[in-house]
């Protein structure tokens, strides 16, 4: 059992810390202590205070400092005023539990002061699928309840398809977003939506969220393809990674080289026989999992620390975890609104500290916050035609085409302009697909084709009647 710490230790710690009215910082604190805490154990207390809400910190990395925090004056007895979810450096996190506070004060910390550390085996070998968890059983069963589908069962993938135009945008938008991508959910949405890049945005930010929407196409459309196996998890690096990497071999490839992590001193593995045989067996402890969050949260944490590829790691992660939501028809994670310095911080944690409470408090808080998002809404959303999904933008250009080349809008003219990616046995319904977009084609939706209203108002002059 761990060692409860005396409040009497904690209140020498508060007192110290109030008596300087511009704060102190960890270095100061130690020294007026006279060195009688290790660092660790004197973080640990710092976060425990801060969770409590007698002190707060200011600023990161060097600048970061500790102050009394506020109270309200009621007479004889104070009444202590309760964190911001907005802290006073301005920075946006999610709730975090102490034990994430620990975690968080910890890789806070500047590199300089946090010893390199390699891969270590012990980390994955002391996990036992369904029998190790990181999520305890009342956690998962909240998860449970929030992410079940109010309708009857109903096939794997269901959920995930009733709210695909939406989990396209989100989930593009936010796993992005968590990477540095700027564009904002209007510019994903007009993207993915009408294929228009945003001004003033790379080519490289247009390519990752256009390989998100491809990645999570790949999942959704057709639940086969959402299995807890090494070539799905390959599968999905293809898409995100494509036109992305150095070398583009690399991409749905596990690495060859050596890599290093930006703002961390973890060091991967870096023989290639050994993070091939390292990935077949996270896999397929992960396959063995019964619990779909447990699954889900096993992938979030394991894939990253591997690094099994170049690049992309990360992300790669963010849509494995979606495979087992997917497969027991629960609500998808999409990411939307997670803070970038929390998921960041999180991921530091398990790579230098092999410790998860922090990413855990960031999964269970973005799991809700999809939840919020997609289960309140799903009745009231139409179910999308996964045919008409599949083939967007061939009837987009098809359509585009017969404005463009005055050509009448009849079966034998949409048969001719038939595109290759159709396949025989869609053809039919394809053709009648056009027809029916051409019947309700008016200048108010022709911008979906790229169409101009006076061009469409021309066509449709000199063609009224035709079909």
């Known amino acids: 059992?761990?060692?409860?710490?005396?409040?009497?230790?904690?209140?020498?710690?508060?007192?110290?810390?109030?008596?300087?009215?511009?704060?102190?910082?960890?270095?100061?604190?130690?020294?007026?202590?006279?060195?009688?805490?290790?660092?660790?154990?004197?973080?640990?207390?710092?976060?425990?205070?801060?969770?409590?809400?007698?002190?707060?910190?200011?600023?990161?990395?060097?600048?970061?400092?500790?102050?009394?925090?506020?109270?309200?004056?009621?007479?004889?007895?104070?009444?202590?005023?309760?964190?911001?979810?907005?802290?006073?450096?301005?920075?946006?996190?999610?709730?975090?539990?102490?034990?994430?506070?620990?975690?968080?004060?910890?890789?806070?910390?500047?590199?300089?002061?946090?010893?390199?550390?390699?891969?270590?085996?012990?980390?994955?070998?002391?996990?036992?699928?369904?029998?190790?968890?990181?999520?305890?059983?009342?956690?998962?069963?909240?998860?449970?309840?929030?992410?079940?589908?109010?309708?009857?069962?109903?096939?794997?993938?269901?959920?995930?398809?009733?709210?695909?135009?939406?989990?396209?945008?989100?989930?593009?938008?936010?796993?992005?977003?968590?990477?540095?991508?700027?564009?904002?959910?209007?510019?994903?949405?007009?993207?993915?939506?009408?294929?228009?890049?945003?001004?003033?945005?790379?080519?490289?930010?247009?390519?990752?969220?256009?390989?998100?929407?491809?990645?999570?196409?790949?999942?959704?459309?057709?639940?086969?393809?959402?299995?807890?196996?090494?070539?799905?998890?390959?599968?999905?690096?293809?898409?995100?990674?494509?036109?992305?990497?150095a070398d583009p071999t690399a991409v749905g490839r596990l690495r060859s080289r050596a890599v290093e992590i930006g703002g961390s001193v973890y060091l991967p593995v870096a023989l290639p026989q050994r993070l091939e045989e390292l990935f077949a067996i996270v896999m397929q402890i992960a396959a063995e999992i019964d619990d779909p969050f447990e699954q889900a949260f096993f992938l979030m944490v394991h894939l990253p620390y591997l690094q099994p590829f170049e690049d992309v790691n990360k992300r790669t992660s963010r849509l494995a975890a979606n495979i087992p939501l997917i497969r027991h028809n629960l609500c998808p994670l999409s990411f939307i609104d997670v803070p970038q310095p929390a998921y960041v911080d999180a991921m530091i944690g398990v790579y230098e500290l092999n410790r998860v409470e922090l990413l855990r408090d960031v999964f269970v808080w973005a799991y809700e916050r999809s939840c919020q998002h997609y289960v309140a809404v799903k009745q009231n959303l139409v179910s999308p035609d996964i045919f008409r999904l599949r083939y967007r933008q061939a009837l987009s250009d098809v359509v585009a085409t017969i404005v463009q080349n005055d050509e009448a809008a009849t079966e034998a003219t949409v048969k001719a302009r038939l595109p290759t990616t159709v396949a025989l046995a869609d053809q039919v319904h394809f053709t009648q697909l056009v027809l029916q977009e051409f019947s309700a084609l008016h200048p108010g939706n022709a911008v979906r084709f790229g169409i101009r209203q006076l061009a469409l108002a021309a066509w449709q002059e000199r063609h009224r009647g035709a079909g």
């Open 1 to 245: 059992m761990p060692r409860i710490t005396p409040q009497t230790e904690l209140d020498q710690l508060l007192a110290l810390v109030a008596a300087q009215p511009d704060g102190l910082g960890i270095d100061a604190i130690t020294q007026s202590l006279g060195n009688s805490l290790t660092r660790r154990t004197l973080q640990r207390r710092l976060a425990l205070l801060v969770k409590q809400g007698r002190i707060q910190s200011l600023g990161e990395a060097r600048a970061l400092r500790y102050v009394c925090a506020p109270r309200a004056n009621t007479g004889t007895a104070f009444v202590q005023t309760p964190m911001p979810t907005l802290q006073a450096s301005g920075e946006v996190y999610v709730p975090v539990s102490p034990e994430g506070e620990e975690i968080k004060a910890y890789v806070r910390q500047p590199r300089a002061m946090r010893p390199p550390v390699g891969y270590k085996l012990t980390f994955l070998e002391q996990y036992h699928p369904n029998h190790t968890t990181y999520l305890r059983p009342s956690l998962r069963d909240q998860l449970h309840a929030m992410g079940r589908a109010r309708a009857e069962q109903t096939p794997a993938g269901t959920f995930a398809r009733d709210i695909l135009n939406r989990l396209l945008i989100d989930l593009s938008w936010a796993s992005s977003m968590l990477e540095g991508n700027t564009y904002s959910r209007l510019d994903t949405e007009r993207l993915i939506e009408f294929g228009q890049a945003a001004q003033g945005k790379t080519v490289l930010e247009t390519q990752m969220i256009l390989n998100h929407k491809q990645a999570i196409e790949y999942l959704v459309l057709d639940p086969a393809h959402a299995q807890v196996t090494p070539d799905c998890i390959v599968a999905l690096h293809a898409f995100l990674s494509d036109g992305l990497m």
